[in-house]
């Protein structure tokens, strides 16, 4: 799987965006872009994904750079349970292949 | 949406006992289901992969042995850690695909506690 690149940690206000910056500058042109979420002591939580088109749902979007090296997971209006640590991942769509996790964003919502 | 369930959410339990998690496919079967560990301040790790009805397979590094794992059924799989010690203790977590292009699943996680 292509290794990942993202912030350590991040701020944002409460009720404001949250851009949540990716770079996958080896992402191979099977790999799909994922992001999950991690509540502390709790299990990951899918977000969202995409392969190459703008993706959204009804938790956060998904913007992939044309060339594909990049990516930003957008949380409209971020609220103080989006605290999370958030993980950036390209894998295959695979049954059978699982997910490898790099250190993810802090990102921290303040009132 | 696919829901993994995990069981128990936490136990603790005195060094050189064997304790014995769940992993549940509450809504789709899973042939396939995946046990990652993740230690205080650090990401998850894959242990293993579970597949029902085989063996399953380890990550480099964790011992077979001391990490059971038993995939009997489409909705079940269980990770027994034998003769547990304190640098076990763990956040231990599942995950599983659902339907057929679903993204990965992951169970709510169980906090083992080593004394």
Redesign the interface.
């Given at each position: 799987d292509a290794k990942t690149t993202q912030p350590t940690s991040m701020d944002c206000a409460e009720g404001r965006a949250a851009n949540l910056p990716c770079n996958h500058s080896t992402i191979s042109g099977n790999e799909y872009v994922?992001w999950?979420r991690?509540i502390h002591?709790?299990?990951?939580?899918?977000i969202i994904?995409g392969l190459k088109n703008n993706e959204t749902n009804e938790m956060a979007s998904l913007i992939i750079t044309e060339d594909r090296k990049s990516s930003t997971l957008i949380l409209p209006h971020a609220t103080l349970r989006d605290t999370a640590v958030y993980?950036c991942i390209v894998s295959q769509?695979s049954?059978?292949s699982?997910?490898?996790?790099?250190?993810?964003t802090m990102l921290l919502v303040s009132p | 949406g696919a829901v993994v369930s995990q069981h128990p959410s936490w136990v603790i339990c005195k060094s050189g006992t064997s304790v014995k998690i769940e992993c549940r496919s509450l809504d789709f079967q899973a042939t396939t289901m995946f046990w990652y560990r993740q230690f205080p301040k650090q990401s998850l790790m894959l242990m293993a992969t579970s597949n029902e009805g085989s063996k399953a397979t380890y990550e480099q590094g964790v011992e077979k042995d001391k990490f059971l794992i038993n995939h009997a059924s489409l909705t079940l799989s269980t990770l027994t850690v034998t003769s547990a010690h304190p640098e076990d203790s763990s956040f231990y977590i599942c995950s599983a695909f659902g339907q057929a292009d679903s993204p990965l699943h992951f169970g709510n996680g169980t906090r083992l506690t080593v004394t």
């Open positions: 994922y999950y991690q002591s709790q299990g990951p939580q899918y994904h993980y769509n049954g059978y699982t997910l490898t996790f790099g250190k993810g | -």
